[in-house]
C-alpha cells in the first residue's frame, strides 16, 4: 500500500502506468530513507534528511499509513502523495543526477494528476447534477483507469458529450447552469492541454530519463572514496 500508484485510491482498475508511478514511489522512500544528505524541499522551508528521527519524518509526512482502517490509510497516503507532488521536491547534493531524475519524474505525474484530476472534477459536478434530477449517472469509469493519452481525451469528450445531455435534465435554476457551465469550460481547458502539451507516463518516457541520468547514475557518490566496510568477525573455534 505504501507504493501504491494515487489513482488506485479513485479506481479500482489498475493500468499500466500505475505501476510506473509505484517504481516512482519506491525510488522516493528509497532517497528519504538512505540518500547522504538528503533535503525535503516545501513552500516555506526544507527538513534535512540527516539522521534516523529526521529520515522517520519525511517518510511519515509523505507516506502517512499509520491507520487501523485500509479505506482511510488509502485515501490519507493518496493525499500526501498529492501534496507531495505538487508543493514538495527533494535534494541531494551529492547525487546531482538522482535529483534531477526524481523531481523529472515528479513533474511528469504532478501534471498528470492535475488534467486528471481535472476530468474527474467535472465528471463529478455532472452526476451530482443528475442526482439531483433523479437521473443516474451515465459513466462506468474515472479517468484514473485509463491507459493511455487516447483513453484520456476519449474520456474527456465522453464528458464533455454527457454534459451536453446534462443541460437538459439537470433543475433549470441559474446556479446549477453556472455550475456546469464552468465545469465544462475546465474540461475544454484540460482537453486542449491534452492535445498541445500534457506528459503521459507511458514506459517510453519514464525510460527516457532514466537512460539521461544512468551514465551519472552509474558514477559512485562522492563519499564513497572514504567508506570502509565494516570488517567480518571469524567465528570463534568451538572448544569441547
Not at 540518500?35 to 519525511?58: I, M, N
Request: charged share 25%; net charge positive.
Amino acid at each position: 500500500m505504501v507504493f501504491t500508484a494515487i489513482a488506485l485510491a479513485k479506481s479500482p482498475h489498475p493500468a499500466s502506468w500505475h505501476d510506473y508511478e509505484s517504481f516512482f514511489w519506491l525510488l522516493v522512500w528509497c532517497t528519504i530513507r538512505h540518500c547522504v544528505e538528503a533535503r525535503l524541499v516545501f513552500p516555506g522551508g526544507h527538513l534535512p534528511l540527516y539522521s534516523h528521527d529526521d529520515r522517520t519524518k519525511g517518510l511519515d509526512q509523505v507516506f502517512p499509513y499509520e491507520t487501523a482502517r485500509v479505506d482511510e490509510a488509502r485515501e490519507h497516503g493518496a493525499l500526501a502523495k498529492l501534496e507531495f507532488l505538487q508543493n514538495c521536491s527533494i535534494v541531494t547534493p551529492k547525487n546531482p543526477a538522482l535529483q534531477v531524475l526524481i523531481n523529472s519524474l515528479r513533474y511528469i505525474f504532478k501534471e498528470h494528476y492535475v488534467l486528471l484530476r481535472s476530468l474527474q472534477a467535472t465528471q463529478d459536478t455532472i452526476i451530482r447534477l443528475l442526482k439531483l434530477a433523479d437521473k443516474p449517472s451515465p459513466f462506468r469509469s474515472t479517468p484514473y483507469s485509463a491507459s493511455t493519452p487516447e483513453q484520456v481525451r476519449e474520456h474527456g469528450k465522453e464528458i464533455l458529450k454527457q454534459a451536453a445531455v446534462a443541460k437538459s435534465l439537470i433543475p433549470q435554476d441559474p446556479i446549477s447552469k453556472d455550475e456546469l457551465n464552468f465545469a465544462v469550460f475546465r474540461l475544454e481547458e484540460s482537453i486542449a492541454y491534452i492535445d498541445k502539451s500534457a506528459p503521459f507516463p507511458t514506459f517510453d518516457v519514464i525510460v527516457k530519463y532514466f537512460e539521461q541520468a544512468l551514465p551519472a547514475l552509474k558514477k559512485p557518490p562522492a563519499d564513497m572514496e572514504t567508506f570502509e566496510p565494516k570488517r567480518e568477525r571469524k567465528p570463534k573455534a568451538f572448544k569441547a
